[in-house]
Structure formats: C-alpha cells, structure tokens
C-alpha cells in the first residue's frame, strides 16, 4: 500500500472525534482501523497510527519520526486570527513536548523540576485537604463528580504546581480554554478569533508573574523556568509562556480531570471492583488506576511528522507525512491487551498502556497525575462509601480534538 489512497479508502478511514459517532465511542473505529494499515483521514489531514505495535515503533524512532508538530501551533491559524495574536503580543515558541533532540533535553530537565518526587510528597496534604473540602461541600446526597469535585480539585492543584494565585482560577480556567480552542482546527474560526483577542490579557498577566518569580523566586514551577533547575539556566521569557499555558497548564488540568472521572466510573459500573476497592483500597485503587488510564486514555494522542520516506505497518509513507497517534486505541489493542475491553485489575502487563506516552516525550507530570488520582478516589470512597451511580447515569463524553472525557459523572449516596 502507498500513501495514495482511494475515495472510499478515505471514507472509511475519516475520523472525527468532535461529532457522532466517534464522540460517544472512538473505540467502534479504533477497532476496525487496527485491522488494517495505517491511513489518511481527511478531516484531520494525517494518517492515523492505531495499532500498539506501530505506536511504538514512531515514539521509539524520534529521528524518523519528529516531534515538531506534537501539537499545533496557535500561529498556523487562519490569517484572521494571527492577526488579533499579533496585535496582542502574544508570543508563540515551540513547546517542550515539540522539540527534539538535542534542543528538547534542556527544556525537560527544566521543566521536569516542577514534577519531582518531592514536589509530589510536598503537595499531597494540599491534595488532601482540597479532596477533603469538596466534599464537605456536598449538598443533598447528590454530586456531579466532574463540575463539584475533579474538575475544582485538579485545579487547585495545578495552580500550586504553576504558581498561579488561587483566586484567579476561574479567569485562567477561561484562558485555558481558548488555548485549547487555538489548537484545535475543527473550531469555528468566529470561535477562535475570539479566543485570540483574549490571549492578549493572558499574555500580559503571565508576563506580571514571570517579572514577579524574576524578583521573589519561590517553590514553583514558574521559578523553575525563569531561573533554571536541574543544572540548566532559565528558559527565555517567551518559552516560559507557552510552557505554561500549554504543556503545563492545558495537559495538567485535562488529562487528569478526565482521568479520575474514568477511574469512578469504572469502579462504579463494577461492583467486584468496587468491592475490592473498599476492602483494600490502597491496592485497588493504583490497579483501577491503571486499568482505567489503558481503557480511557484521557490524553487522545500527539502528532508526528515523517523525517523521511519509511514503510510503517504495511503503508509507505513519504519524508513529510502527518501522523496523528491514537494512544486510546494502541491502549486496547488485542494484540498486545487480551480481552482489552474488560476491567481486569489483575492485568499483568497494565503498565505497559501508552496514556502517558513513552520514550523520549512520555508526560513528566504522571507521577504527579499519578498522585493526585489516588488522593481524589482515596478520599471519595473512603467518606462516601456507599457512593453510587445516580438511577438513568448514561456516560456522555465532551466533544475534544486532543482529550477523552465526561461531560458530568452524575452520583448519589
């Protein structure tokens, strides 16, 4: 097979996860692209790389296949909208999770300072005490677990990691998604011209913090990057802004929002899991984790670009290709995951699943992600016990380019 493909080729192989029915069930299509190479799909304009084999062989292969088009950049947008980006100032470098090597080592190691093991354990009674305090919060034996208590506990804990002030998290929420909004080319662009005139406000509240962290360093992630860690000097202002408001702000809040949803819903529709969970939820917990980041990758995938001509999984692709990799798919891959739609706590090779990415690019903020999911689920069930799916619950996912998640995970107890 070339990269050259026929209509009806296309058709098949068109993905969209904006609309139905690839929004409600991606795994529908995931299934049915495993079983043949990989192919073009029109509406995102890349191949799509959906089998755990060929996964690995891209993420494992950096200098055929390049980082620089992980995630788009908010300058490839229509003229429309980089003109508003200009009139505002708001710069644009490439992101850590774009850069290759050698260029890439030096912005991780920076950047990996903000996620250490002891920046894990300095944040966990944080952790606690916001887990603690949304539920206190509770009303009426009934929740929305992602508005009432995912959603404003991984905000929290993102803003201490960033250093943003707690009480600007609504506004920076807000500016959080018109970052998302820039990135996706599904958006209308009436939508992302709008959100485009708001970076300018952004640009300038990162800049008044990054001059504050220049004359008051503190234990931040921001400090971090203005001034150095790990060995290596500070990143330069404007590469400071877009760490921040993508890799760090953008893939810690949504991935692990969705990731702790994913974890409840599963240990809800389950009752043996839920029960071993309750029985012994220090070793449950970790094992549902895991199980539920294989089924649910919160994280839908990244973009590659071919370096140059290379046959993978029986297509041939030239030096140029787009490629976006579907990690929730490679996820369930029965070639590598038996029986990869069940919830087996006990799955020996669970650790092997790609939501975090591997190699080179995996996520520096998992161990933290990591953390923070079994705060959240540790504390839920262990002051609401009897915590249940709310009667007609039926999951309804958010309709996202980059990220798998609940609109609402609806409980009562």
Same mark, same amino acid.
């Given at each position: ?5 026929? $209509? !009806? ?6 993905? =969209? ?7 409600e069930d991606p795994h529908l299509f995931y299934r049915t692209a495993r079983s043949r190479p990989p192919a073009l799909s029109p509406t995102l304009?890349? %191949? ?16 055929t296949f390049s980082s620089e088009a992980a995630l788009p950049f908010i300058y490839a947008n229509p003229p429309e909208v980089t003109s508003v ?32 093991? @002891?920046?894990?354990? *300095? ?7 916001? *887990?603690?305090?949304?539920? /206190?919060?509770? @009303? ?8 009432? %208590? ?8 993102? $803003? ?26 599904? $958006?209308?662009? /009436?939508?992302? +011209? ?17 001059? /504050? ?29 877009? #760490? ?15 990731? #702790?949803?994913? !974890?409840?819903?599963? #240990? ?20 549902? !984790? ?16 071919? !370096? ?22 490679? =996820? ?6 038996? /029986?990869?739609?069940? +919830?087996?706590?006990?799955?020996? =090779? ?25 705060? @959240? ?14 009667? &007609?619950?039926?999951?309804? %996912?958010?309709?996202? %380019?980059?990220?798998? &998640? ?8």
């Open positions: 097979m070339t990269a050259t493909t026929s $209509s !009806t080729e296309d058709a098949a192989a068109d993905f =969209n996860p904006m609309v139905s029915p690839h929004r304009g890349a %191949y799509l790389v959906t089998r755990y084999d060929d996964l690995v062989t891209v993420v494992d292969d950096p200098q980006l200009e009139a505002g100032g708001v710069p644009e470098t490439t992101m850590v999770v774009n850069e290759d090597e050698p260029e890439h080592r030096a912005f991780r190691r920076v950047f990996d300072a903000g996620f250490t093991g @002891a920046r894990v354990r *300095a944040m966990l009674p944080t952790m606690r005490a916001r *887990a603690d305090e949304l539920v /206190d919060a509770f @009303a009426g034996g009934a929740a929305d677990l992602v508005a009432d %208590y995912a959603v404003p506990f991984v905000q929290t804990v993102i $803003s201490a990691i960033i250093g943003f002030p707690a009480e600007d998290t609504a506004r920076i929420q807000a500016w959080t998604d018109d970052v998302t909004t820039l990135w996706n080319p599904l $958006s209308p662009v /009436d939508d992302r +011209v709008a959100a485009a005139h708001r970076m300018a406000e952004y640009t300038r509240y990162l800049q008044a913090l990054i001059d /504050d962290r220049r004359a008051r360093p503190r234990e931040d992630l921001l400090s971090d990057l203005v001034h150095g860690a790990n060995g290596f000097p500070g990143v330069p202002d404007e590469y400071t802004h877009n #760490i921040v408001r993508g890799a760090a702000r953008v893939a810690g809040f949504d991935t692990t929002r969705d990731a #702790i949803t994913a !974890t409840v819903l599963v #240990i809800l529709q389950h009752p043996d899991v839920r029960d071993r969970v309750l029985a012994d939820p220090a070793r449950a917990i970790p094992r549902a !984790t895991e199980e539920a980041l294989r089924r649910d990758a919160p994280h839908r995938g990244l973009f590659r670009i071919t !370096t140059r001509e290379v046959d993978l999984g029986g297509t041939h692709l030239p030096a140029g290709t787009p490629l976006l990799l579907l990690f929730g798919s490679g =996820n369930r891959d029965e070639t590598r995951f038996p /029986d990869p739609d069940a +919830v087996d706590l006990d799955r020996p =090779n669970v650790r092997e699943h790609l939501a975090f990415g591997r190699g080179l690019h995996v996520c520096p903020g998992a161990p933290m992600a990591r953390a923070e999911i079994r705060v @959240a689920l540790e504390t839920l069930f262990r002051r609401l016990p009897n915590v249940r799916l709310a009667d &007609g619950f039926e999951p309804i %996912y958010i309709a996202s %380019y980059f990220f798998r &998640g609940l609109e609402s995970l609806h409980v009562t107890w």
